[in-house]
């Protein structure tokens, strides 16, 4: 075994993520001040992953090491892999659902919610985003621009309206995943391998994140970050917070 397919997805994820880094810093800048004003107010920011791997990008922000305590993952089991993953796929495309899950968590007025979703397109996605700003809240979006434009209108997966989550949005950082996701090819096998989404949503999030807690600080705010509980210390410093967030944060 040579490692030439190993080393061409090391070229591809440095390539993403360089590529984002480069275009689309002044957009996470953007969003990492609007987090910045609401966290300074004791306002939870809340992360919904529509979808059955962008559920991961929830998770990758949500009670991580270093992470913000402000957040708020919106972790809906009927859209997770491990409730059956041709049911997430299904309930993903369904019409109406993002709604629910919205009018569930009570979003509204004054509200911050962002939407991840690599493909921008799915009926969960549009529904969440559409649901969040007819309620009042300000809504930051997190997908590939041009995989939502480039997808025929006729996609199983879109929703009925044909939007595209950068259109809804009050913010958007651009993700810059092609359509299929994977990216590498095999000598005489047909189908690409290695998708690069997760790499290019963890590496948005956190930038965001670590940009709001820098702002912050420069301010003067101490935000609650998570540590490791792994590490020493590390119970000790969480649970100085956890009866500030208990009754909050739904999935803590």
């Known amino acids: 075994m040579s490692g030439k397919l190993m080393d061409e997805y090391y070229e591809e994820v440095l390539r993403i993520i360089g590529e984002i880094h480069a275009s689309e810093k002044k957009r996470i800048l953007e969003v990492a001040e609007v987090i910045a004003e609401h966290v300074a107010k004791d306002k939870l920011v809340y992360v919904f992953g529509p979808g059955g791997h962008s559920n991961l990008a929830a998770m990758e922000v949500f009670f991580r090491a270093g ?14 892999l ?13 019409p109406g659902y993002g709604r ?33 700003k007819e309620k009042g809240a300000t809504v930051i979006g997190i997908c590939s621009h041009s995989h939502a434009a480039e997808t025929a ?30 990216v590498i090819e095999i000598p005489g096998f047909e189908q690409k391998v290695g998708a690069l989404s997760t790499f ?3 590496y948005i999030m956190n930038s965001i994140f670590i940009e709001a807690i820098g702002l912050l600080v420069e301010r003067g705010i101490n935000p609650p970050v998570w540590r490791s509980g792994n590490a020493p210390g590390g119970d000790e410093w969480n649970n100085q917070f956890i009866a500030q967030f208990k009754d909050k944060v739904r999935c803590l």
């Open 200 to 202: 290019a949503n963890a």
């Open 100 to 132: 629910i899950i919205i009018e569930d968590y009570g979003i509204g007025k004054g509200d911050l919610l962002i939407v991840v979703n690599a493909y921008g397109i799915n009926a969960a996605t549009i529904d969440a985003a559409l649901t969040a």
């Open 153 to 182: 209108s006729d996609h199983p997966a879109r929703h009925p309206s044909k939007k595209n989550l950068q259109d809804i949005v009050d913010f958007t950082v651009d993700c810059k995943i092609k359509i299929g996701d994977a």
């Open 82 to 94: 491990s409730s059956g993953a041709l049911k997430s796929m299904q309930i993903e495309r369904l």
């Open 67 to 80: 992470g913000l305590m402000h957040v708020s993952a919106i972790l809906d089991q009927e859209t997770m």
